[in-house]
């Protein structure tokens, strides 16, 4: 009797240090990934967000972000991190894949920079959730800005033709379509910027749903003269036989 009470209090001991043992790592993990995503953070996201989110400040205050910005330093120092190894255990949605294929490349194109700088938000927007001192605020500033990059991006790859400087004002009207950003989910924008061939489905559709955001808000003439624009660009580009093909 006394051995076989021997020999439970031998297993017990021993579930007892496995478990513990296993508890012991599973904090050690998680404490080096609380390092890691504050090592992230120091280095990635805090020395580059201001000057990212300064896109939509510098333009309400009348500024061209384009010019005002540094982008070639800004892409060179992003490019520069975005290949480490330790970042990549944190890349929800390959953002960092597509960082690396745009590359440097985009300081030539603003097509290209707005959707650098979409990817750049996504990853942060990550990094920021995963730390807990930074502010909700702050996040939800970085996700509608996210969506703003998308807009911008969106809007101007369709109206580059017919209005290739649009990028400026539809940056400086933003507040004018925000309502509609927040009702759709960041994964709409998501899909779209990850899939060309599925952006160019649905760009039609995307645009006119953010310029009925914008008509509904518009009140000077200029505001009223751009959306007159885009109805005859509409027009011109989505006749009765193609809309149908437009989809979202």
Not at 40 to 67: A, C, Q
Not at 103 to 120: I, N, T, V
Not at 199 to 220: D, H, P
Not at 240 to 247: H, S
């Amino acid at each position: 009797m006394a051995i076989e009470w021997i020999f439970w209090g031998l297993v017990a001991a021993f579930i007892a240090a496995f478990f513990g043992m296993k508890i012991v790592k599973k904090r050690t993990k998680t404490r080096e990934l609380e390092v890691q995503k504050r090592a992230i953070m120091n280095e990635f996201v805090l020395p580059f967000l201001p000057e990212v989110m300064s896109f939509y400040h510098l333009e309400v205050l009348g500024k061209d972000p384009f010019s005002v910005v540094d982008s070639e330093k800004l892409l060179r120092g992003i490019c520069s991190l975005s290949s480490e190894e330790t970042y990549q255990r944190f890349d929800r949605n390959e953002a960092l894949i597509h960082l690396q294929d745009l590359g440097e490349s985009a300081k030539e194109d603003h097509q290209k920079l707005l959707k650098f700088l979409f990817w750049y938000l996504d990853y942060s927007i990550g990094i920021l959730e995963a730390v807990p001192e930074e502010t909700n605020f702050l996040i939800r500033e970085a996700k509608l800005l996210e969506k703003q990059f998308a807009v911008w991006c969106i809007c101007h790859e369709e109206l580059r033709m017919d209005a290739p400087d649009s990028v400026l004002e539809l940056i400086h009207y933003s507040s004018y379509f925000t309502g509609v950003l927040k009702q759709m989910e960041t994964g709409v924008f998501r899909e779209m910027m990850a899939d060309d061939e599925l952006r160019n489905e649905r760009r039609g559709n995307f645009v006119r749903i953010i310029f009925q955001g914008f008509e509904n808000n518009a009140q000077g003439l200029v505001e009223l003269e751009a959306i007159e624009q885009f109805h005859e660009h509409f027009k011109k580009h989505y006749t009765q036989w193609n809309k149908k093909l437009i989809r979202f």
